[in-house]
């Protein structure tokens, strides 16, 4: 209760309210309510913490997310195809692809800096590495499809990439107990045949991408800057990939050029 209305006092403006204890008989943070304190609570992040993970600061909170989720499907019964989700708020999401690299460092990240994010895992790459996601989404990642083998969609008939996807829905269900809402093709790549595989293998939204981390830098699909809701790639690579640096290191260097334009991350889900 304590460390909570210590919490309270800084969300407040300074002298706004003034606490004299838990006898109080209109105690603000019960009307606040305990989840929303909570909450509060979980999203801080120290400057020392920032700062062990190669950031000047913590990432600010993210905003609340809206209460209804802003997305229209491609066609009837179809997905929605998203490559950044409608916001004006200065928000972009995490995703990270395939799981090749599995840097046990880079889950007390996530954790440390409370990291929202979206891992679009595909099976054959994962392999025998599908402990190593489950720490991860134990820790707040979430799990997303990214098929089975990670082809080329287009060049395979509807049934190719049912099998494709709808095998990993299953194989991911199996490991994790659910089955995942989003997919991204491999490549960023898909046909008409891909839409219909996705829902009917039961994924309502198809999720491309407007930047992409590099080694050193963000790219972006169009223009040079990032945008309000842009949804942001990486993948889960190691040294050998990113000429030595660590998962983590790259990480920070995102986040870092994230924060220099004034954005925070929040979740991909909360808007999907
Ligand atoms: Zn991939």
């Not at 990291?115 to 707040?140: C, E, I, N, Q």
Request: glycine share 8%.
């Amino acid at each position: 209760m304590r460390r909570a209305h210590r919490l309270l006092a800084g969300v407040l403006a300074a002298g706004a309210l003034a606490l004299t204890g838990c006898a109080q008989s209109v105690d603000p943070i019960e009307r606040l309510g305990r989840k929303a304190a909570q909450k509060v609570e979980e999203r801080r992040v120290s400057t020392a913490t920032a700062r062990r993970w190669g950031l000047d600061r913590p990432l600010a909170p993210a905003p609340k997310p809206p209460s209804k989720k802003p997305f229209a499907a491609a066609g009837p019964g179809l997905p929605a195809v998203v490559d950044h989700v409608p916001t004006k708020d200065k928000v972009v999401f995490l995703t990270f692809d395939d799981g090749a690299e599995r840097d046990p460092r880079f889950v007390r990240m996530v954790k440390e800096l409370k990291l929202p994010v979206s891992m679009f895992l595909t099976d054959r790459v994962v392999g025998p590495g599908y402990a190593h996601f489950g720490k991860l989404r134990s820790v707040g990642a979430t799990v997303q499809n990214h098929t089975l083998d990670h082809p080329y969609l287009p060049g395979l008939s509807y049934e190719g990439q049912r099998w494709e996807i709808c095998g990993q829905q299953e194989k991911l269900k199996e490991r994790f107990g659910a089955q995942p809402r989003l997919f991204r093709p491999p490549y960023g790549e898909y046909n008409d045949d891909t839409l219909r595989a996705a829902a009917d293998c039961g994924l309502s939204a198809m999720v491309l991408w407007r930047a992409s981390m590099q080694i050193d830098d963000l790219r972006y699909a169009d223009g040079s800057r990032l945008g309000p809701g842009d949804i942001v790639l990486a993948h889960f690579r190691g040294p050998a990939e990113l000429k030595g640096a660590s998962l983590t290191e790259m990480t920070a260097r995102m986040l870092r050029k994230i924060q220099a334009q004034g954005y925070t991350v929040a979740r991909l889900e909360d808007y999907l």
